[in-house]
């Protein structure tokens, strides 16, 4: 299926690896002009490579720590420059550190809510000047899918996603006007890094093996396992794409039929 992204201009944060490279592989394969931001430049070279191989398109790469208000400002002066313009942004940034309330501290929840929530919202700022100067575009924001099926070992997690789901449809319905789509894809587990090291976590708090500690986490979703970082990638793909110019103001759900419709 021809996605209509062909010449369209594309800059994806963590696009170095997991889910925000898959993104940049689905956008630069339909065609796309493609930027990819991350804060270590050996894993965005890492990523470009990647990603030309699978596409044959080397994406142009921008090093940049997306919780700096100053290097967020200048990567989005740069890649618009670079890339003659922005028409997309995936957001796909931002850690958050799981647990127990007891067990959170209060850096837990400075980085967590910082570096998930207000990254996001900074970038989604620096996008939309630049799209309403084009006439619209859209956002895509990686969300997860804690902030409609809270846990009580995720709370930080639960807490920034859930956040992010409630400003996604906010700003849908705020930039409509100026034909700009905001949509949100929310994804259960992925096979990523990022997992890993949660699962690695997780194991040690509860004293158990990794192996057991991801099978605990994929009780709840239906499909028995966890999604490839290229199924989530194609539906930020398709969110962002002419095939997805009613959808906005909403949350695309890619997580085995975990979540829950109410």
Known sequence: MDLGLKDKTALVTGGSHGIGRASAISLAADGAKVAIVARNL?????????????????????????TSLEEVTRMFRESAAALGGLDILVNSTGETRGGHLMDLTEEDWELSMGSKLQTQVRCCKGAVPLMRSRGGGCIVNVIGNRGKHPAGDSLTVGAANAALVNFTVALGQDEGPNNI????????PVVTRRQNRAMEKRAKALGISVEEARKLRLVDIPLGRAARP?????????????????ITGTVIYVDGGSTPCV
Request: proline residues 4%; glycine residues 10%.
């Open 181 to 188: 789509r905001v949509v949100g894809v929310s994804p259960a």
């Open 230 to 246: 290229d199924e989530i990638g194609d539906v930020v793909a398709f969110a962002a794409s002419a095939r997805a110019s009613f």
């Open 42 to 66: 050996d894993g965005l070279e890492e990523g470009a490579s990647d990603i030309e191989e699978k596409t044959g398109h080397r994406p142009l790469i921008f090093q940049a720590d997306c």
